[in-house]
Nanobody, 119 residues
Framework: QEHFVESGGRLVQPGGSLTLSCVAS????????MSWVRQAPGKGIEWVAD????????AYTDSVAGRFTISRDNDKNTLFLQMNSLKSEDTAVYYC????????????WGQGTQVTVSS
């Protein structure tokens, strides 16, 4: 059974930076495209970024392009999201998921990691 542990979220001021991590287990991490997705209060799940199996071909939703960077360490089964120039509209619970933009999924969504951007 797949399992994900996200971390790194916290309260940060607008313009600040954070790095999120997601440690995955229960499947062959290096065999999957991986995504970061988020859910803002009262809204549905939004795809944020994805990355190819070997760490290439990163892609981003327009609202974060140029500010966020997705990366992965297949030796450690870990996915990262470097977040810069944070805005209030980035406030959300962030999750990692298997698959890319149009096919991401998780068996259980769990708690994710909360990012709150506020002064």
């Amino acid at each position: 059974q797949e399992h994900f542990v996200e971390s790194g979220g916290r309260l940060v001021q607008p313009g600040g930076s954070l790095t999120l991590s997601c440690v995955a287990s229960g499947f062959t991490f290096s065999a999957d495209v991986m995504s970061w997705v988020r859910q803002a209060p009262g809204k549905g799940i939004e795809w944020v970024a994805d990355i190819g199996r070997s760490g290439g071909f990163p892609a981003y939703t327009d609202s974060v392009a140029g500010r966020f960077t997705i990366s992965r360490d297949n030796d450690k089964n870990t996915l990262f999201l470097q977040m810069n120039s944070l805005k209030s509209e980035d406030t959300a619970v962030y999750y990692c998921a298997r698959g890319g933009r149009w096919r991401f999924s998780r068996e259980v969504w769990g708690q994710g990691t909360q990012v709150t951007v506020s002064s």
